[in-house]
T-cell receptor, first 110, second 111 residues
Framework: KNEVEQSPQNLTAQEGEFITINCSYS?????LHWLQQHPGGGIVSLFM???GKKKHGRLIATINIQEKHSSLHITASHPRDSAVYIC????????????FGKGTLLTVNP | DTAVSQTPKYLVTQMGNDKSIKCEQN?????MYWYKQDSKKFLKIMFS???????INETVPNRFSPKSPDKAHLNLHINSLELGDSAVYFC??????????FGQGTRLTVV
């Protein structure tokens, strides 16, 4: 069982819709990353958070440490948001690695 | 000015060959990583280095050997390439466990 579980695997939305992608993680992960991978492959870090909520433009990430759950929200979605969104956890300390979820393929149709 | 750059972007080679992928970061980070993304797009850690020292070697075959000549560079050398090595390899860097910055990936195809 992967330490980081994401849902849904695939998500199709109409332009303008509010999007939510969920991520659950196991004990031992102290910080959660949200990454974006466009077709063509490059990976961009969107957020890293260990508590609370972060916002950048139309993107919002939240984390609930007690429930070991994080969400990525996209408001007013746009076709250019179409990408794979990946959550990844790190254990902090001297354990220098990310453990990845399997990704959510988001398609936003015009 | 690219923060994490890896070369080449594409690499097609025959089984049994030896190849290297280079990675450089100009962010001043102490920690660098190699990740492998398989055909199902799942990413997995291969190695991490902190200040030129190997920290994590995640049960990767001995044919894979990372080399870090200095903390800005982490190269990946692969001996005796096999079909199953075909994947996209990503280099990344971070300052310890903070936000990671990724290279553009190297798509390796072994034929």
């Amino acid at each position: 069982k992967n330490e980081v579980e994401q849902s849904p695997q695939n998500l199709t939305a109409q332009e303008g819709e509010f999007i939510t992608i969920n991520c659950s993680y196991s004990v031992g992960i102290s910080a959660l990353h949200w990454l974006q991978q466009h077709p063509g492959g490059g990976i961009v870090s969107l957020f890293m958070l260990s508590s609370g909520k972060k916002k950048h433009g139309r993107l919002i990430a939240t984390i609930n440490i007690q429930e070991k759950h994080s969400s990525l929200h996209i408001t007013a979605s746009h076709p250019r948001d179409s990408a794979v969104y990946i959550c990844a956890g790190n254990s902090g300390g001297s354990n220098y690695k990310l453990t990845f979820g399997k990704g959510t393929l988001l398609t936003v149709n015009p | 000015d690219t923060a994490v750059s890896q070369t080449p972007k594409y690499l097609v080679t025959q089984m049994g060959n030896d190849k290297s992928i280079k990675c450089e970061q100009n962010l001043g980070h102490d920690t660098m990583y190699w990740y492998k993304q398989d055909s199902k797009k799942f990413l997995k850690i291969m190695f991490s280095y902190n200040n030129k020292e190997l920290i994590i070697n995640e049960t990767v075959p001995n044919r894979f050997s990372p080399k870090s000549p200095d903390k800005a560079h982490l190269n990946l050398h692969i001996n005796s390439l096999e079909l199953g090595d075909s994947a996209v390899y990503f280099c990344a860097s971070s300052q310890y466990s903070s936000e990671a910055f990724f290279g553009q990936g190297t798509r390796l195809t072994v034929v």
